[in-house]
């Protein structure tokens, strides 16, 4: 931990805390990040320490203001609402802003490595310096969009990562598993900015400057402005088809990014808990047949995987329709985890058994 300051989140009663805490970028590197943890004012009346949520919102820009911390200090962030139904249970909800927002970035969108280890690392700052927050508990995974993206990566890194971490269970929706297959899905479409942001970011985050080489001298000029862009800037300001910024009509197939976009998919590591997935039929952002496949390439892992299909009409959309759903889900896992750590405690030891003699 490198520091920490309360603040004051409208609209939630809680304690919070904003922290800046270390993780490891993509490329290991020791990097600060920021983040807010809410402890709730409900006393937990659930075995052992109060369990903690681990929540990943989805892509709220660039630019440093578009920071979870920031938004959720000002009473502006969009996800509240996901963060309630968490600690209406008695939950604290740890929330990582991801490298590049909140500090200098800009932020890494699209990097799944740092943005799952990120969650982690904040689960490990709360119990290091905030009151309430105990060694030991529980810990959830949850996100939609990029934050359901940054989940997986967490739960499939935690295994070598964090290892000291007690993870429970992890719950994803809309994830968007393979950039490359998004990118192209969404080029040219109302959403195509996020094409280029996602260039942007993997661009930062991977720190090889050959891969700006694929931008034209319009699309350097584009990559400057996105980088200080909250979401709705990205989409209004760059209609365009990535073609109208890059060098080549389909630069997701260009060999180095190709190359790098591959290293990126999901799974990238073998989660050890239960995983709940869900998706929207219609979604018009990520195609839903990316969440078929990573349930599948999950299962094939021997991951216990329930996968729900939303009949809602978009992407956005489903955020919400699925939301009830997910933090349910997760209840029961955490439910049956510490029915699981009531009957085990409440085995003796065979130190303390008696020993039996025969009298024969």
Known sequence: ??????????????????????????????????????????????????????????????GRDSAPSHLLATGMEGELA??????????????????????????TYGAGRVGGRAMLDIVRAA???????????????????????????????????????????????????????VVEAIDGGPYSGLGLA??????????????????????????????????????VSHPEPMAAWTTRERPWEDPLWAALLRAERN????????????????????????SRQLAAAYEAMGVHVTHAELDSGDHLTGAADGADAAITWLAEQLDAHLDLHRDRSAEPDAADEPMVRSTA
Not at 92 to 97: C, E, P, W
Not at 270 to 286: F, M, R
């Open 1 to 62: 931990m490198l520091r920490t300051r309360p603040v004051v989140v409208p609209g939630l009663t809680c304690a919070a805390t904003q922290v800046v805490h270390t993780t490891a970028a993509t490329n290991s590197r020791t990097i600060a990040v920021s983040g807010t943890v809410l402890v709730p004012a409900m006393s937990w009346r659930g075995p052992g320490p109060r369990p903690v949520l681990s929540y990943g919102v989805g892509v709220h820009g660039l």
């Open 82 to 107: 996901f963060l309630e139904l968490a600690l209406s249970r008695g939950w604290s909800v740890v929330v990582t802003d991801g490298e590049g927002l909140g500090l200098p970035g800009p932020h």
């Open 127 to 181: 119990v290091a310096g905030v009151d309430g927050v105990e060694a030991g508990a529980p810990v959830l995974l949850w996100g939609y969009s990029e934050g359901g993206r940054c989940a997986a990566w967490a739960a499939e890194h935690q295994p070598i990562y964090a290892r000291d971490l007690t993870l429970v269970a992890l719950a994803a929706g809309g994830v968007p598993t393979d950039l490359a297959a």
């Open 198 to 235: 996602v260039l942007v970011g993997l661009a930062h985050a991977h720190e090889d400057p050959r891969l700006w080489d694929i931008l034209n001298a319009r699309g350097r000029a584009a990559a400057a402005v996105a980088a200080t862009l909250d979401v709705t800037g990205l989409v």
């Open 267 to 290: 799974p990238g590591g073998t989660p050890e808990v239960p995983v709940y997935l869900y998706h929207a039929k219609g979604d018009d952002i990520v195609p839903a047949e990316l």
